[in-house]
């Protein structure tokens, strides 16, 4: 039986970490796992983070299961984060959520509950879109299929390209959009674009399912929330898979969540209902300790202050080395334009590398990054700033 089986292939993403971490150069870098690297190269804990679990330490008394849905005062605050306390779909209770172990996690549940009670017959994903998703939705049995988004000549949104595309999509169908920080290409819709997405969502009852990921990397905390509220204004059904690995550093406590937003009260109780049959044939009920970090900090105010602002100091950091990565490309004499780059948002930028140029990054000088080119921007340091622009003004520089 398990003898004839061959070797999967490795994770394209995670197959590099495994290769980087083998590479006995003391000067290479990894552009191409999407962890958030301090100015020393490093993933740190974040402070808030730590006093949060101090108290919890001293205060816990037993450890005993959660509910199915998790701990409701993770739901409660994870609501206020995306939506704000007194927005109508959490003062109207038409919003419910779930734990899940990760992002990826709740877009598995979002992905089985889709499957085993609504109709829709194909999920749609942004061209590109991160890797894993198609892989989600697949192994719910799911058939995906992708609607324009990247547009290459000016690494913008191919936004004609998508509204026309979605005009196609067949009533009730399910359209997966990137809430900001879009993955991988580090380009998001403007507030407009949301508004027109939003109207044509609705007009053809398709229902969006926002995977928000980074909510605090673009712009801000609430700014980087204004796509999911045009959505929930024009859109009386939505799901948002939302994850605490980025801004709180959780990656190893894998906390997450799934938000659904209905047109009823009843309406979002009666889809909880089976979202947790779905959870219970899964994981069952969801660990507690990356959920009760969040409540905790989110639920007070000293620590929700220092959380904030360290977010904000994580985006600063990324946004700095966007456009000092640029900078030092240009010192280095590289004539091709990377100046989008600095306008993206986010951990992550098509940089336009061939996989060609990628492979020889890799192989000649240690440095690594999705063969498509995508480059993890948090990989980025002052430290190794110029070894690594170095290194591609030598590669771009190379006969082909």
Request: hydrophobic share 40%; proline share 6%.
């Amino acid at each position: 039986m398990f003898y004839s089986l061959t070797p999967a292939p490795p994770d394209p993403i995670l197959g590099l970490t495994e290769a980087f971490k083998k590479d006995p150069n003391p000067n290479k870098i990894n552009l191409g796992v999407g962890v958030y690297k301090d100015a020393q190269g490093r993933t740190p804990v974040l402070a808030s983070v730590k006093r949060a679990e101090e108290r919890l330490l001293a205060a816990e008394q037993t450890k005993n299961y959660l509910p199915i849905e998790g701990d409701p005062a993770f739901g409660d605050a994870t609501q206020a984060l995306l939506f704000g306390k007194d927005h109508g779909v959490v003062r109207d209770r038409r919003a419910v959520t779930v734990q899940a172990p990760g992002g990826t996690g709740a877009l598995r549940v979002a992905a089985d509950f889709i499957a085993s009670t609504l109709e829709a017959k194909t999920v749609w994903l942004s061209d590109p879109t991160w890797p894993n998703h198609p892989n989600v939705f697949q192994a719910a049995k799911l058939k995906t299929a992708t609607y324009p988004y990247f547009d290459k000549p000016t690494n913008g949104v191919d936004f004609d390209g998508m509204m026309a595309a979605l005009h196609q999509i067949p009533v009730g169908d399910v359209v997966v959009l990137h809430g900001c920080c879009h993955n991988p290409t580090g380009v998001d819709l403007t507030p407009a674009q949301w508004e027109v997405v939003a109207e044509e969502l609705a007009r053809r009852n398709l229902l969006p399912l926002v995977d928000f990921a980074y909510q605090g990397f673009a712009d801000g905390l609430q700014e980087d929330a204004r796509g999911l509220h045009i959505l929930a204004r024009h859109c009386p059904d939505l799901l948002i898979a939302s994850s605490y690995s980025k801004n709180f550093g959780l990656y190893n406590e894998r906390v997450g969540a799934l938000t659904l937003v209905a047109g009823s009260p009843a309406a979002a109780e009666t889809a909880l209902s089976h979202i947790k049959r779905v959870v219970r044939a899964n994981y069952s009920n969801p660990p507690a300790h990356g959920a009760a970090i969040v409540a905790t900090v989110l639920n007070d105010g000293e620590l929700k202050r220092l959380w904030e602002d360290e977010v904000r100091q994580m985006r600063d950091r990324i946004n700095t080395m966007r456009h000092l990565f640029v900078e030092t490309l240009q010192e280095k004499g590289v004539t091709q334009d990377f100046s989008f780059i600095a306008r993206q948002r986010g951990m992550f930028s098509f940089s336009g590398l061939t996989p060609e140029q990628v492979k020889a990054l890799r192989e000649r000088y240690s440095i690594y990054a999705v063969s498509s080119g995508r480059i993890s921007v948090a990989g980025m340091t002052e430290e190794n700033m110029d070894y690594l622009c170095s290194a591609i003004a030598a590669v771009l520089n190379s006969p082909s």
